[in-house]
T-cell receptor
Framework: DAGVIQSPRHEVTEMGQEVTLRCKPI?????LFWYRQTMMRGLELLIY????????DSGMPEDRFSAKMPNASFSTLKIQPSEPRDSAVYFC????????????FGEGSRLTVL | GQQLNQSPQSMFIQEGEDVSMNCTSS?????WLWYKQDPGEGPVLLIA?????ELTSNGRLTAQFGITRKDSFLNISASIPSDVGIYFC?????????????FGKGTRLSVIA
């Protein structure tokens, strides 16, 4: 079975540019989570969806960040405009309702904003 | 938000040694999980614990759900070079139903051959 698929794996961009990160969850999973990982703060939950509906976005740093899940097999995390402090690894994870405590992570998207 | 205190932050050990790391919280959790992250990869689930006092093994790994529900530990026996990585504890609060996991900041393990 395919795991959680994220793209791009690496992105280098300049401050002020728009960044879009993409995620395909595991088929049949109805929870999707976006995390950000930095050395200083560890893994931080940004937002999560249940059945494509955003449930809690209190972890989204500011209005420059937005996330969508137009259907059960696709989600995006967008940063506009990007800033150097957004540099981090962004992980998407999914889980099924019955085992929502057991997350399956993608390989991450490493973002560098110059 | 809720925080998990994971220790130690990092460890350097000789191959063959046993390793122990733990997580504590001021809040009660009804689930504890342990994940491992290899360099350049996403975290992968190692062990899940669902009952206070539960002791579960997965090969050379053993984890326990503390009786108070406020802590958990992970032991690795006879470490090998491929044990290198970052180990995260994660917990789910008992009063919040189907809520997201809270993660510790990780224990970075280095194994010297």
């Amino acid at each position: 079975d395919a795991g959680v698929i994220q793209s791009p794996r690496h992105e280098v961009t300049e401050m002020g540019q728009e960044v879009t990160l993409r995620c395909k969850p595991i088929s049949g999973h109805d929870y999707l989570f976006w995390y950000r990982q930095t050395m200083m703060r560890g893994l931080e939950l940004l937002i999560y969806f249940n059945n494509n509906v955003p449930i809690d976005d209190s972890g989204m740093p500011e209005d420059r960040f937005s996330a969508k899940m137009p259907n059960a097999s696709f989600s995006t995390l967008k940063i506009q405009p990007s800033e150097p402090r957004d540099s981090a690894v962004y992980f998407c994870a999914s889980s099924s309702h019955s085992g929502s405590r057991e997350l399956f992570f993608g390989e991450g998207s490493r973002l560098t904003v110059l | 938000g809720q925080q998990l205190n994971q220790s130690p932050q990092s460890m350097f050990i000789q191959e063959g040694e046993d390793v122990s790391m733990n997580c504590t919280s001021s809040s009660i959790f009804n689930t504890w999980l342990w994940y491992k992250q290899d360099p350049g990869e996403g975290p992968v689930l190692l062990i899940a614990l669902y009952k206070a006092g539960e002791l579960t093994s997965n090969g050379r790994l053993t984890a326990q759900f503390g009786i108070t529900r406020k802590d958990s530990f992970l032991n690795i026996s006879a470490s090998i070079p491929s044990d290198v990585g970052i180990y995260f504890c994660a917990g789910q609060l008992s009063t919040s139903g189907n809520t997201p996991l809270v993660f510790g900041k990780g224990t970075r393990l280095s194994v010297i051959a």
